[in-house]
Each structure stands twice: as structure tokens, then as C-alpha cells.
């Protein structure tokens, strides 16, 4: 007998995590149940993947309640998003700007990680979860799984850290691996957007079940590169450039593919950064606040779409429908 799936995937994207924490938070406010007993599989890529550990926490009194809820999540990056982002004069000398040194320091972000996380290993994940990372050593993409045998007792916070290395932001995270000490950076590198191998691992999890597939956006880029002014940047120029290009890239890529191998099936939220900084670390009062309102504002204009979704989630786990909402059967 089949069942019906439903699998989240996260983009990457720094402090612009507040948004898809935010309408997580929508999600999980209108059904009443935490991200965790909603998803059948959680996926997510550097941001993504700190806030899909952080949903699958189970609470420290019991292992059948989740120790965040999304909300939880999003006053992280507002309250705490400066301490990560946070480097001496000395460092901005020294780095010049990440050209010659990682432009901050990893200790801050490794004890907030320690701080949220705790002891806590994979295996206590409430729901699968997945993260990507990136073996720099090995040339290899790294899939760390909550549910694979020889990743359970791997640390929260280890596998937190590497998804979140970004290249120029933080300098790589040594993890204990396959038997072995591994150098890992931020899975954006080659999938900031996951949500085409969240897909293929559900119909590995789940063969003959119906999937549906709910991708969350950071935001994507409204900034145009003149290419006139690109034509004459060396190295340099193009250090950062090229990382936004790289990751929008992908992620407009999979949302083409997954259009294609899902339709309806597959939700993306995503939305033009036109107020708030596309910066992965500008965790200034103003653009942090930008952010919080850019979500509002896609809550809003996507209200229809995730109510269909909210009434499709309570259908699927047997909780009471809320008052005038309807549940579109076709879509899903």
C-alpha cells in the first residue's frame, strides 16, 4: 500500500535564512505541528541545512517533541546572526576583504552550533535529514545522511559547521568521515539548491509513493553584472561575483527540472531580493529587518498557495481541517 511523501529542501543563503525560517513558521503555526512531523525527509545546503538540523532536534526531555520550531530559528539569525558574522579590524586588515584569508573567524559560529546543538548525534534526527557538503581533499560531494548507518553518530553540530563553510567566509571543517579526517565546505558549491537530490533520495526512501516536494528560496539575486565592468576584473574582481553566479545558477536550474519531473507536485517559494541586501552576511539592523518584511510580503502574495498546502499537510496526518479552508486534491 502506497503513502503519500512530503519532502522540504532548503536553499543556502546565509543571514537570508530568515525567510525560509519565516514561512516555515507560517507552515507551522496554521497546522499546529512542528516541521518535523510534517516532512518525511528534511534536506537542506549550508543555511538550509543549519535550519533542517535545527527543525529535526528532538527536545531534551523527550524525544517525541521537537526542541525548536522555526520561529526559534529565525530569531537565531536576527539575534545572534552578528556574533557569526563578526570580524576584528585586525582580521579585515589581514583578509583584505577574503581575498588573502577567510574574511571571518569560525570559533563564534562553531559555539553557537555547539550551543543549539549540543551532543546531539544524527541519529536522533525526529524526522531523515540530509546536509550537503563539498571533500576539497577528495574532490568528492558529500551527502551526510541522518539515517545512514555510518553517519548516525556523527555530531549535529559537526555536520552543521560543514555545510555552512563557505568558501572566503570560513575556512573549511575538518570532520571525521568514512574512517578518515575529511576538509569540507559548503555543499552551495555545487547545490545550493538541493531540492533535485532531495527528490531522488525519496524515491530511494520511499519507492512507489507518491512525492511531493517543497522547496524554500533565500531570495535570488536582482543585481545585473555589467559586462563591460566584468571584462576587466582578474581574480580579485571576480571572487565573489562568480559565488552568486554560481549559486543562483543552480538553484534557478533545479527549480526548471523539477518543474518538469513533478508539476504540480513540486512548491517552490522563492522571491527578488529588491529591499533587502542578496549579501549572505549583512546581518545590519535595517537589512535584517529588510528581510523579516520580504518574507511577510511572500506570505502574503503566496497566501492561496500555502493555505492549499497547510490543508494538504493536516489532511495527510489526520489533524481536524481549519475553518474555510479547502484542499485543492488535483494539485497534490
Known amino acids: 500500500m502506497t503513502q503519500q511523501r512530503t519532502v522540504l529542501s532548503i536553499d543556502g543563503g546565509g543571514i537570508r535564512g530568515i525567510i525560509p525560517a519565516m514561512i516555515l513558521h ?38 517525541h517533541h521537537s526542541r525548536y520550531r522555526a520561529r526559534d530559528l529565525a530569531d537565531l539569525y536576527a539575534q545572534r546572526g552578528s556574533d557569526i558574522f563578526s570580524r576584528s579590524l585586525w582580521r579585515r586588515l589581514r583578509s583584505v576583504g577574503g581575498i588573502f584569508d577567510e574574511s571571518y573567524p569560525a570559533g563564534p559560529l562553531e559555539g553557537l552550533l555547539n550551543e543549539y546543538f549540543g551532543d546531539n548525534r544524527l541519529g536522533l ?14 574532490s568528492q560531494t558529500v551527502f551526510i545522511k541522518s539515517f545512514k548507518p555510518e ?33 569540507l565546505i559548503d555543499g552551495g558549491v555545487f547545490i545550493n539548491s538541493p531540492v533535485v537530490s532531495a527528490y531522488a533520495e525519496a524515491l530511494k526512501l520511499f519507492p512507489g509513493d507518491p512525492i511531493t516536494v517543497i522547496s524554500l528560496g533565500t531570495g535570488q539575486l536582482t543585481r545585473s553584472i555589467a559586462g563591460d565592468k566584468a571584462a576587466r576584473w582578474g581574480k580579485a574582481g571576480w571572487l ?21 519531473f513533478l508539476g504540480e507536485r513540486y512548491q517552490r517559494f522563492q522571491l527578488d531580493l529588491n529591499d533587502a541586501s542578496d549579501a549572505l552576511d549583512d546581518t545590519s539592523p535595517a ?9 511577510a510580503d511572500l506570505i502574503d502574495g503566496e497566501r492561496s498557495r ?9 489532511m495527510l496526518h489526520g489533524f481536524p481541517p481549519l475553518m474555510q479552508q479547502v484542499i485543492d486534491t488535483d494539485r497534490f
Do not use: K, W
Open 240 to 260: 565573489m561575483p562568480v559565488l552568486d553566479c554560481v549559486f543562483d545558477g543552480v538553484a534557478r536550474a533545479a527549480d526548471y527540472q523539477m518543474n518538469l
Open 125 to 138: 534526527c525526529r524526522c531523515p535529514t540530509i546536509v550537503t557538503a563539498y571533500d576539497i581533499e577528495d
Open 26 to 63: 507560517h507552515i507551522e503555526t496554521a497546522t499546529g505541528r512542528p516541521a518535523a512531523e510534517l516532512f518525511d525527509l528534511m534536506v537542506g545546503t549550508s543555511t538550509g541545512g543549519i535550519l533542517a538540523l535545527g527543525l529535526a532536534q528532538p527536545d531534551v526531555h523527550s524525544s
Open 151 to 183: 553517519h548516525r553518530d556523527l555530531s549535529c553540530s559537526a555536520a552543521a559547521r560543514a555545510t555552512s563553510a563557505a568558501p572566503t567566509f570560513f575556512e573549511p571543517a575538518r570532520m571525521q568521515l568514512h574512517r578518515q579526517e575529511s576538509a
Open 306 to 314: 500555502l493555505d492549499n498546502i497547510v490543508a494538504y499537510l493536516r
Open 287 to 295: 537589512n535584517i529587518a529588510a528581510l523579516f518584511s520580504a518574507a
